[in-house]
């Protein structure tokens, strides 16, 4: 029996040495390689090119096809994904440009916080409505954890806003 271990990042298959069932195994991690470039790279004659070469509210990312390395990405994507909070102590205000048209699980948004939180907080993003910013593990912020001057990153999971830097 073979004692198969795996890699931390992508669950790829270790083998023993002695193990004759090596090919196998390597196809599967090659594959599982294959499916995670796919989400990145793109060529021409991809039919199904992975999410960052796909339109993002009809700004498109260009891809070098001949080196399959992205090389731009245009200056209203990066806009979207930052913003400057001018709202109040622990209620975060804040408007991209161009603006947000909807919450959608999986956005994230780099804010530069106006003021350093005392408590519970929420942040509205292009006027879309209130929402709690929480922590990873679904609790509220404690006080101090949203640093005024500061730029943190929040994911947005359908439900909340988690505080991820």
Not at 123 to 143: E, F, M, P
Request: glycine share 12%.
């Amino acid at each position: 029996m073979a004692n198969i271990t795996y890699t931390d990042r992508y669950h790829l298959g270790k083998h023993d040495p002695g193990y004759v069932g090596w090919a196998e195994g390597m196809n599967a991690n090659l594959n599982a390689i294959d499916d995670v470039l796919g989400l990145v790279l793109a060529d021409a004659s991809d039919t199904t090119p992975g999410p960052l070469s796909q339109k993002v509210d009809g700004d498109t990312l260009v891809v070098d096809t001949t080196a399959h390395k992205i090389k731009v990405v245009p200056v209203a994507i990066a806009q979207k994904l930052y913003a400057v909070d001018g709202g109040s102590t622990n209620a975060l205000t804040v408007n991209p440009t161009p603006a947000w048209s909807a919450y959608a699980a999986g956005q994230f948004l780099w804010v530069k916080v106006a003021n350093t939180n005392t408590g519970a907080a929420t942040i509205n993003v292009s006027g879309l409505g209130v929402k709690s910013i929480k922590n990873a593990d679904g609790s509220d912020l404690g006080a101090n954890l949203l640093y005024g001057g500061g730029i943190h990153m929040l994911c947005y999971n359908g439900t909340h806003f988690q505080r991820i830097a």
